[in-house]
């Protein structure tokens, strides 16, 4: 017995095929990174479905925005890194 | 046939009738949105057609209470022809449209056999007619897979008030050609 | 002459008559076929006036009828107008004939299995062992002797016969036959026709089987044999004919789907290997534990799919219990409106996995967890509004099945692997599986006699609770989730985990969700695949890795599939063979791509043989309907040509050659090896190169869980 509502993978799909005009009018660059971004929602399927979303394209959103998160995060953990690595070579070579 | 079918008012005591591939499907949802940001529709659905998240996308086109006018279209779905008509004989008549999307789509499933399926269509018609008095009925059918199941189409197209046939790209049983 | 008799019922089926037979088999070994009486009871409502002119039309036909209060599954005791006939036979006429003349009444326990009247009248089950009094000729008393349930049942020992064929017959007409009966071999010609119908019948007579095994017997042999020898009968009832059901195409379910020929015996099974879904897997007495439990005959449960099981099984426990039987489902959803159905409309939770090699992890099964949802939960369609009543009889059905899945499971642990019942237990034992595994889609089915969309909603909305569950668990005990998929869970844990770190997730799993899981295995690595059109994109169950103990799980590859040719698949197998042996599979990338080279240096030499080139398609539509036609709508033209039916929804064989394909096997150097090459090679890129290629990097998953870091200081290193 086949479902009635899709499943969201078919849902995204078509959402983003609606996006079509949007993208086009980007730049080259810019597409790639709307491409990269859209596709970062798709490991949280599980999750965008079960916020039960009349519209899962806002759960969608926020799984993107997540995923940005998380790159901050990295970044800002690799500076701190850097800067303490820095200030390491600054004490040794001042020292 | 979109543009046509949406500038068209369906009265009360008619009965529409859309054929086209997957049921009309596509052409359907902003007949349905469009009833339903007036009021309440009711849809009986034969064949798993009702297209859920694309309803609320149009919906939302039109107003933000997505919420809202999602809680004006009542869904029925049926899997069999004989749920099709316990569905039909369960509803009332109102003033409340009513939908019935791919309607012979469990009527075309040849485990049925064809004498029960016209049996089952006669009297979910009888139904009908007695639904539209107050409210249009509008019903969505595919074609028919098999040539063995013309007659059911038929019949519902001959009840119809007003039909929309989709033009059918007309493949001639083709030859095979040679790789 | 009376005589009474201990033995086991082997079938039940109607003679054209309409008379009932059974065919049972005492202690002794002596086959007995047997008249039995028995009276079948249907009933009807609906509104009062056709009740009545009802009553007047079969009062004129002089069949009786009584008023009856019964049992409805929804409605409770209602009243029934009960029409009992003497016979299955005539009972099945003046049903059919009442509906056709009055379609507006409801008929109930109209249209059940025989065997599943015969159990409800008598107790008796196919293949119980029962006690019979008989004059010879008709069946005088019938008492069970046990129960579908009991987990060793006794068995009578059966003699089996084998027809195998040299080739597919619908290829090529085969030259010979070759018979097998316990030690005895025959290969007899079928030219000179005569004399091969003579030997046919001598060796039948002479073993007199109780099984006829054969290749292609439904499609192929059994109706060659009642055109050339019409008076033949392979029956071991004379007053039967074979019945062969002719194939059919039909359109179901919205797709095409296609039933070849089934021959059927009386007095003896036939079954037809190539023509029996689930018998590969199940065997013999695997189709015997379905008839068992299901009241289906063993040439049905050999060649249909489960879900007639199950549909059975539930008519026995109404019957049983007195409850009346729809003879269609009319059970219609109730409405409910768009925002309602879209938040109960979903399928089981299904939890992307994170892309990647991962070494170290454990796979947690939860056990049937859908027939021990609709137990535990009570999920039946009478139950939906009223969770506090007694179970009902969905529940009421699978609990003694589930029970006896989960003894002939725990017997099989025990057991030491060299015991020869183990072979036995697990025909057994998978194939309740498969009643298990079915049991849940039939809650919704659209046939189901007792089904409810609703209640299949409920069923799912549970089981995504019980992962989300499940999944919190785990987390809280410092695991990372890599993969939930409908009933399984993955997990992983930095630094490698053992069984023993595994336990006590597995007890508080149990504990909090009352269902029982189970340690599938600890993974010694495991690659969770993207998809194949995105790179990007993680699909559920799609993984290949290995278990500590060396043994391999596959999901999603081409050697799954039914289309992949035999060295495609091989290949592949050989790759993760090699894998295998590793502690990380990267390790041995390389020997498995000499491999590849290596299989695709024999292809392009002619070493390959053709027969394991051989590619397997099912065609989608009528052969006439395509315009360009693919490889599989060549292959139908050239069947047609030779005068083979081909329909939609038949699987086709061939072969890639240069000229296109081929349905005959074609000489090694005909081959296209190009072709095959191709298919090779995406074979093997599809393991291999996830393994050498890291997942995409801005979205690296591995990176999700890496604990955030108090980085240690790199030394700098001195003189700088």
């Known amino acids: 017995m086949g479902r009635t509502v899709p499943t969201l993978t078919r849902q995204l799909n078509e959402t983003e095929a609606a996006l079509q005009g949007f993208r086009r009018a980007l730049r080259r660059s810019d597409q790639l990174l709307l491409d990269a971004l859209l596709a970062s929602a798709r490991p949280h399927l599980a999750a965008i479905t079960a916020s039960e979303m009349l519209l899962p394209f806002e759960a969608a959103l926020l799984a993107m925005l997540l995923e940005q998160s998380r790159r901050v995060m990295l970044l800002e953990q690799e500076v701190q890194h850097l800067q303490q690595e820095i200030a390491l070579l600054r004490r040794n070579h001042e020292g | 046939m979109n543009d046509i079918m949406l500038s068209q008012s369906f009265p009360a005591g008619s009965m529409a009738v859309i054929c086209a591939t997957h049921a009309a499907a596509d052409h359907i949802s902003p007949l349905i949105v469009r009833l339903a940001l007036g009021g309440t529709v009711q849809v009986l659905d034969g064949g798993n057609r009702l297209q859920a998240y694309p309803l609320t996308r149009l919906i939302r086109r039109h107003t933000p209470a997505v919420e809202e006018v999602s809680q004006r279209i009542y869904v029925r779905r049926a899997f069999t022809a004989y749920q099709m008509l316990a569905l039909l004989e369960e509803s009332s008549p109102s003033s409340v449209p009513c939908i019935l999307l791919d309607l012979l789509a469990s009527f075309y499933d040849e485990t049925l056999p064809l004498k029960e399926a016209q049996s089952l269509l006669k009297r979910c018609l009888e139904r009908s007619d007695s639904l539209r008095v107050l409210a249009p009925v509008i019903v969505t059918l595919t074609p028919p897979p098999t040539p063995r199941r013309y007659s059911l189409f038929e019949v519902v197209c001959q009840r119809a008030d007003a039909l929309w046939l989709e033009p059918q790209p007309s493949a001639p049983p083709v030859q095979f050609s040679l790789f | 002459m009376k005589v009474e008799c201990l033995g086991w019922l082997m079938d039940v089926y109607l003679r054209p008559d309409g008379t009932p037979m059974l065919w049972l088999i005492d202690q ?7 008249r039995m009486h028995l009276p079948v009871t249907f009933y009807v409502t609906g509104g009062r006036a056709d009740l009545r002119q009802a009553w007047r039309y079969l009062s004129s036909r002089s069949v009786s009828c009584e008023r009856q209060d019964r049992k409805d599954l929804f409605r409770g005791q209602c009243p029934v107008m009960a029409v009992t006939l003497p016979d299955p036979a005539s009972a099945q006429a003046v049903y059919h004939d009442l509906r056709r003349n009055f379609p507006l009444l409801d008929y109930y326990d109209a249209d059940l299995p025989l065997g599943v009247r015969l159990a409800g009248h008598t107790g008796v089950h196919l293949l119980g062992q029962c006690r019979f009094t008989t004059d010879g000729e008709q069946i005088l008393m019938l008492s069970p002797l046990d129960s579908p349930w009991d987990l060793d049942p006794s068995a009578p020992s059966l003699r089996i016969l084998e027809v195998e064929l040299p080739d597919d017959p619908h290829l090529s007409p085969p030259a010979w036959l070759d018979l097998r009966f316990q030690t005895f071999r025959y290969r007899l010609s079928l030219e000179p026709l005569r004399a091969f119908g003579a030997n046919l019948r001598a060796l039948l007579s002479r073993f007199d089987p109780d099984v006829i095994l054969t290749d292609y017997g439904d499609t192929w042999l059994f109706p060659f044999l009642q055109k050339v020898f019409p008076e033949f009968n392979l029956n071991r009832d004379p007053g039967m004919a074979v019945a062969v059901r002719p194939a059919r195409t039909l359109f179901a379910y919205g797709q095409v789907l296609y039933r070849g020929e089934q021959a059927f015996l009386f007095g003896r099974w036939h079954i037809d290997r190539r023509n029996a879904a689930l018998f590969g897997e199940i065997g013999l007495e695997g189709a015997m534990e379905l008839a068992r439990v299901t009241q289906l005959g063993v040439q049905e449960t050999a060649r249909k799919s489960p ?93 003694p099945l589930l029970r006896k899945r989960l003894a002939l499971k725990q017997r099989l642990q025990t057991l030491d692997p060299r015991d020869e019942r183990i072979a036995g237990l697990k025909a057994r034992q998978s194939a309740l599986k498969w009643l298990l ?23 799912t909305a549970l089981s995504r609770e019980l992962l989300l569950q499940a999944k919190e668990l785990a987390e809280e005990q410092g695991f990372t989730v890599l993969h939930m998929y409908v009933d399984s869970l993955f997990v992983h844990r930095e630094g ?99 491999l590849v080279q290596r299989e695709l240096q024999r ?73 095959y090459a191709r298919l090779v090679q995406r074979a093997a ?36």
């Not at chain 3, 269609?328 to 768009?338: D, F, I, W, Y």
């Not at chain 3, 595994?437 to 089904?451: E, M, Q, S």
């Not at chain 3, 090694?668 to 090896?673: I, K, L, N, Q, T």
């Open chain 3, 307 to 399: 879900g007639a099981g199950i549909t059975a099984m539930q008519m026995l426990t109404a019957l049983q219990e007195g409850v009346l039987i729809p003879a269609v489902k009319q059970q219609a959803e109730s409405p409910r409106t768009l925002s309602d159905l879209i938040r109960a409309d979903r399928g089981g939770m299904i939890y992307q996995p994170l892309v990647g090699v991962y070494r170290h992890v454990a796979e947690i099964d939860f056990a049937s967890m859908y027939p021990s949802i609709m137990v535990q939960a009570n999920i039946s369609p009478e139950t939906l509004a009223h969770p506090d009543a007694p179970p009902g009889l969905i529940p009421r059905t699978l609990t």
């Open chain 3, 28 to 34: 002794t070994g002596k086959r007995w076929l047997l």
């Open chain 3, 496 to 594: 490698g985990l053992c069984r023993e770190d595994v336990a006590p997730l597995l007890e508080a799993i149990q504990a909090r969700t009352s269902i029982g899981v189970t340690l599938e295995g600890i993974y010694r690595w495991l690659v969770f695949l993207p998809s194949r059109q995105d790179g990007r994109t993680p699909v559920p169950n799609r993984y290949f890795g290995v278990f500590e103990d060396g043994t391999l799980k596959v999901r999603g590859l081409a050697l799954r599939r039914h289309d992949t040719c035999a060295f495609a698949a091989s290949v592949q197998g050989e790759i993760l063979r090699i894998l295998a042996q590793a502690e990380d599979p990267r390790e041995r990338v390389a020997d498995a791509r000499v």
């Open chain 3, 437 to 459: 595994v079915v049991c849940f889609g039939y809650l919704g089915y659209k046939n189901a006699r007792f089904g409810k969309v609703e209640s299949h909603e409920k069923v």
């Open chain 3, 685 to 720: 890129e599809e393991i291999l190169q996830p393994l050498e290629s890291p997942p995409p990097v801005p979205f690296q998953p591995r990176l999700l869980f890496v604990p955030l870091p108090v980085h240690p200081l790199a030394p700098i290193p001195e003189g700088q």
């Open chain 3, 603 to 675: 292809l392009s030499r002619g070493q390959i043989p053709p027969a394991v080139l051989k590619v397997a398609v099912k065609l989608s539509r009528a052969p006439e309907s395509f315009r360009k036609p693919g490889p599989a709508a060549q292959a139908a033209r050239l069947l047609a040509e030779r005068g083979v039916a081909v329909r939609a929804g038949m699987r086709l064989h061939f072969w890639f050659t240069r000229q296109g394909v081929s349905v005959d096997m074609p000489a090694p150097s005909m081959v296209d090896v190009d072709r």
